[in-house]
């Protein structure tokens, strides 16, 4: 069983009008939702063995923070076209994980991310995750989803979970 983790980015700052979109920290509430956000994959036991990362400055720390919180130390490849980018080009990087891997966590951003989170939502998914899903997949939000086969194939899984900071308190 493959195990998909859909981390957005945690809150990032806008307090500086002159950096560029791609390199803006993250605000002090997107730190502390990170933290918490990793603690709650590591009290699950959803420990990723490959993190795919946006090298967006706001995705790179924010994985950084959740990495933090975990008793493992995933690999890590900072994937260029996770920026900005389209479900379709998500899927792709997924498709090309390492066969390997057994749980990958993505970390990207929004709209892709949750677009892609709504066409993978397969045949089994939880309907309270799926409606949350629809209805908003906020910074540092993670949609967890499982399936068999490779990553190669991924066309569609079964959403588990959709875990917002603000339900974990």
């Not at 036991?45 to 400055?57: E, G, I, Q, Y």
């Not at 949350?132 to 079964?158: H, I, M, Y």
């Amino acid at each position: 069983m493959k195990q998909l983790l859909l981390l957005r980015h945690a809150k990032s700052s806008w307090d500086d009008p002159d950096l560029d979109d791609f390199d803006r920290p993250l605000a002090e509430r997107g730190v502390k939702a990170a933290r918490l956000m990793g603690r709650e994959l590591a009290a699950r036991d959803w420990l990723p063995d490959l993190a795919l990362v946006s090298p967006a400055r706001r995705t790179v720390d924010t994985w950084g923070l959740v990495a933090a919180e975990l008793q493992v130390h995933p690999r890590i490849a900072l994937a260029e076209p996770l920026y900005d980018a389209l479900p379709q080009d998500i899927l792709a990087q997924i498709r090309r994980a390492d066969p390997s891997s057994g749980c990958l966590v993505v970390v990207g951003h929004n709209p892709g991310l949750q677009e892609l989170a709504k066409l993978l939502a397969g045949q089994g998914s939880e309907t309270k995750a799926h409606k949350r899903l629809e209805e908003k997949f906020p910074t540092a939000a993670v949609a967890r989803f499982v399936f068999e086969g490779d990553w190669s194939g991924l066309s569609s899984a079964r959403l588990t979970h959709c875990l917002r900071p603000k339900d974990l308190g």
